[in-house]
């Protein structure tokens, strides 16, 4: 249990930061309410799940590949962008106060999840904290050990989005349309930025590579 414990922690810590996922819950969680926000959050770790089961049957050394990982900065990127401009064009659209009716989709929050986390920096993470235990968990002897840290670091995760989601909700009860529109373009922005920044890798790779 120690090392379940211990993987909790980590989780938490690694959602701690602001990122692509926790810029596009708080914003649906602001705009359409708790479920939203958790919609983002849970098609993120769709992802994450997934991820930790390619990984588990060899996909890492796949995605350590120099020329796997460019291509995926750049369908990173567009994706962001595709992201930011509709959070930005929409801003002042889809927005449900406390105590309205919401009539937005739950599943275009959650595909919103699963594109933001279609991104070269959630495969690297993955790569990066299950490689130490990857060597290991190719014995029979040790694949618990895996399936305790991965549980682990999802549990860490989902109580962070849980936190989070909270805190917002509370926040909405006290914001009207203009502040949430505002908030929405701020998203936005952020949005496209990490998608600049995935350009940036790119062109690093690029460099590095030639």
Not at 81 to 93: E, P, V
């Amino acid at each position: 249990m120690s090392l379940y414990f211990a993987y909790v922690m980590i989780g938490l810590s690694i959602a701690m930061p602001v990122g692509a996922i926790t810029v596009e819950m708080t914003k649906q969680g602001l705009k359409n309410g708790f479920m939203h926000g958790w919609a983002v959050g849970i098609g993120g770790m769709t992802i994450d799940v997934l991820l930790i089961l390619a990984l588990y049957f060899g996909l890492a050394k796949v995605l350590a590949l120099p020329y796997i990982q460019m291509p995926l900065w750049i369908i990173g990127a567009g994706f962001l962008f595709i992201l930011a401009y509709d959070s930005i064009k929409n801003a002042d659209k889809d927005i449900t106060l406390t105590g309205e009716k919401v009539n937005k989709s739950l599943f275009k929050t959650y595909r919103n999840g699963l594109l933001v986390a279609v991104s070269p920096g959630n495969l690297v993470f993955w790569v990066s904290v299950f490689g130490a235990v990857l060597a290991d968990s190719y014995s029979a002897n040790e694949s618990s050990s895996f399936i305790i840290v991965a549980m682990g670091i999802l549990t860490g995760i989902l109580l962070h989005d849980i936190g989070l989601l909270s805190i917002v909700s509370i926040t909405r009860k006290i914001m009207n349309r203009h502040m949430i529109k505002w908030t929405s373009i701020v998203a936005g922005i952020l949005l496209f930025g990490f998608g600049c920044y995935f350009l940036y890798e790119f062109y690093i790779d690029i460099q590095s590579f030639f």
